[in-house]
Structures are given as structure tokens and as C-alpha cells.
């Protein structure tokens, strides 16, 4: 079965730091770009990063950039990402998604087409 299973979330102090993973089972995550996206109260889903399956690209949002770094260990099917220098407008619920590909950074939502359940983040000042 086919499952991503996000962990690591949790309330911080701004300026704090915070390392999400996500688990991967089944097919998910062999051979496909692997994002993360963050969703506020109110708002749209946006982009945070993406990697290629070897990890040697990278993709950031630029309200992120400098601050997070996204990275992949294959051999344990696990996505991470480790976010520094937190802002109360990183408060949100975040989620990691799988591509169908590899190769393409997508940015947008809907060039990803499995999901996980999503873990919050809540950045305190």
C-alpha cells in the first residue's frame, strides 16, 4: 500500500528550529521528485521545496530560501526537512508529495499526485 506518514511538527518559539520527516511506503517514493507544500488558515496551498530522486537538485520558495533545506535518504525511504530561523508566517499545516516522475521541480500542487496527511507547524512569538 502506498503511504506518505509525516512527523516532526510541532510549536516553536520564533527563531526556533524544527526537522519534519516523511515516511514512505510502497512505490511512492523510487524514482519521483518529492515536495514539500505548506497550507495556512485561509489560504492556498503553496510550494515549499522539492528534490530529484538523487538529490542533486534542488527547488526552494523564495519566502524559505536560506532558512529550510530539503533533503532525501532513499535507502530508508525518507524525506526530510529541516527548517531554521522560524517566522509566525511559517505557521502552517505542511505536507510532502510525491511526484509520478522524477526530473521536474514542479512547483505547482497539482504536478503532484499522491499526498500525505500533513503535520503542523505553529511558530509562537
Known amino acids: 500500500q502506498e503511504q506518505l506518514l509525516e512527523s516532526g511538527g510541532g510549536l516553536v518559539q520564533a527563531g526556533g528550529s524544527l526537522r519534519l520527516s516523511c515516511a514512505a511506503s510502497?512505490?511512492?517514493?523510487?524514482?519521483?521528485?518529492m515536495g514539500w507544500f505548506r497550507q495556512a488558515p485561509g489560504k492556498e496551498r503553496e510550494f515549499v521545496a522539492a528534490?530529484?530522486?538523487?538529490?542533486?537538485?534542488?527547488k526552494y520558495a523564495d519566502s524559505v530560501k536560506g532558512r529550510f533545506t530539503i533533503s532525501r535518504d532513499n535507502a530508508k525511504n525518507t524525506l526530510h526537512l529541516q527548517m531554521n530561523r522560524l517566522k509566525p508566517e511559517d505557521t502552517a499545516v505542511y505536507y510532502c508529495a510525491a511526484r509520478p516522475t522524477d526530473g521536474i521541480l514542479e512547483v505547482a500542487a497539482n504536478g503532484y499526485h499522491f499526498w500525505g496527511q500533513g503535520t503542523q507547524v505553529t511558530v509562537s512569538t
Open positions: 528534490i530529484t530522486w538523487l538529490g542533486s537538485i534542488k
Open positions: 510502497g512505490r511512492t517514493f523510487t524514482n519521483r521528485v
